[in-house]
């Protein structure tokens, strides 16, 4: 049974950062994607990475780009998202997802598994 458990979620200030991660179990996956969904709004594309056993491609929402990073340690079968410079509208749920095949990385619909999400909520 596949699961994906995400933690590191919290209250942290603006200009703060967290680490989040995302904890694999029942197989391994190539392609790794972040989302988040703030109250009232729908789930958005924050980050993915997929790594090809050569090489590793990364992108990042515009609203994230320069601030936070995407990363794997493929021998803890764990995905990692650091924040930093958080702001207040970084509010959400963030939501850890795998994909096995193919297609846009940055449509929620593309994705076959999802972690339970964990709140970050940065306080102005």
């Known amino acids: 049974q596949v699961q994906l458990v995400e933690s590191g979620g919290g209250l942290v200030q603006a200009g703060g950062s967290l680490r989040l991660s995302c904890a694999a179990s029942g197989r391994t996956f190539s392609n790794y994607g972040w989302f988040r969904q703030a109250p009232g709004k729908e789930r958005e594309f924050v980050a993915f990475?997929?790594?090809?056993?050569?090489?590793?491609?990364?992108a990042y929402a515009d609203s994230v780009k320069g601030r936070f990073t995407i990363s794997r340690d493929n021998a803890k079968n764990t995905v990692y998202l650091q924040m930093n410079s958080l702001k207040p509208e970084d509010t959400a749920v963030y939501y850890c997802?795998?994909?096995?095949?193919?297609?846009?990385?940055?449509?929620?619909?593309?994705?076959?598994?999802w972690g339970q999400g964990t709140q970050v909520t940065v306080s102005s």
């Open positions: 997802a795998a994909k096995m095949g193919v297609g846009s990385y940055s449509r929620a619909q593309q994705y076959d598994y």
């Open positions: 990475i997929t790594w090809s056993g050569i090489s590793t491609y990364y």
